[in-house]
């Protein structure tokens, strides 16, 4: 089943650049004093699944560990990745719900 061999951060990453872009295309189109709710919506619920998936990514990266030969290199890139992830969720939980 597709669902189970999908690389999940790549359909992550591919999402959000679709909202960014349909972000870019309705804010060409309307005044500034406007925001259309559709395009937040969509971001939050984007949002929200990578809240889900990206953990559970994680998770088995992490998991593992123990199969990997070359354990090292794993644990440090599995590292690096987990902050970055950690970081750009962080940011993008206080850019939603941060007063504006």
Do not use: C, K, Q
Not at 25 to 37: N, P
Not at 41 to 49: G, S
Not at 89 to 97: H, I, R, S
Request: glycine share 2%.
């Amino acid at each position: 089943m597709w669902f189970e061999r999908a690389d999940w951060r790549l359909v992550v990453a591919l999402g959000w650049l679709v909202i960014f872009a349909l972000i870019v295309l309705v804010a060409s189109r309307i005044e500034s004093s406007r925001f259309d709710l559709s395009v937040a919506l969509l971001a939050f619920t984007w949002y929200l699944l990578s809240l889900v998936t990206l953990p559970f990514y994680y998770y088995r990266a992490w998991r593992r560990v123990v199969t990997i030969p070359n354990d090292w290199v794993h644990i440090a890139w599995t590292s690096v990745e987990t902050l970055f992830v950690v970081v750009v969720l962080a940011g993008m939980t206080v850019l939603f719900f941060a007063p504006s």
